[in-house]
């Protein structure tokens, strides 16, 4: 069985969790010996790499880079009830929904380090959808983790673009 393969039977809740009771402690650590908000920056670079390459295998591990296979994909992240959804628009050219509960920001939260949901979390969203399929915008103007009542996440296809490019089609 792959290593992603494998993450996924924890649940990507349990994933961050355990991901930020490594990071926090690393980047609090750095950040007392190295200028804290260039360690902060230098981690959110990588993390949206890292991001933006899970997009890339997603897109291959379920067959495809439309909405429609990504909207199948949240599952992954709703496990064990660590996302509540209300979907307010799903077609092939959008996919919009609201997150009413966040397991995530809760755990954060419980961890004593709110600031830090949003770089560890967050953060990945916009580069995860470039890495499944660069025709793919997010717009997103709140999160739970920010203090709002629900996330608004907005995916839409990039009107000009007819067909997906042959490098994200999937296998």
């Keep these: ?21 490594i990071l926090a402690p690393l ?33 291959v591990q379920i067959g495809g880079c439309s909405l429609a296979h990504f909207a199948a994909s949240l599952e992954a992240w709703k496990r064990d009830g660590a996302l509540q959804i209300e979907v307010q628009e799903q077609s092939e050219q ?3 929904f609201h997150v009413t509960r966040c397991q995530y920001a809760e755990m954060y939260q419980k961890l004593g380090i709110p600031e830090l949901g949003v770089l ?9 959808i470039q890495g499944f399929n660069p025709q793919i915008i997010l717009t997103r103007t709140q999160t739970i983790m920010q203090g ?17 490019p042959a490098a994200h089609q999937g296998a």
């Design 1 to 21: 069985m792959a290593v992603e393969d494998r993450l996924n039977e924890i649940g990507v809740l349990k994933r961050r969790e355990i991901e930020a009771r």
């Design 27 to 59: 980047l609090e650590a750095l950040g007392e010996e190295f200028d804290r908000p260039r360690v902060l920056e230098i981690a959110r670079q990588v993390i949206l790499q890292v991001a933006t390459q899970q997009g890339q295998q997603l897109a």
């Design 94 to 96: 959008t996919f919009a």
């Design 120 to 128: 560890l979390s967050c953060n990945r969203d916009a580069a995860l």
């Design 148 to 164: 709002a009542p629900f996330c608004d996440f907005h995916y839409r296809l990039r009107e000009h673009i007819a067909s997906q």
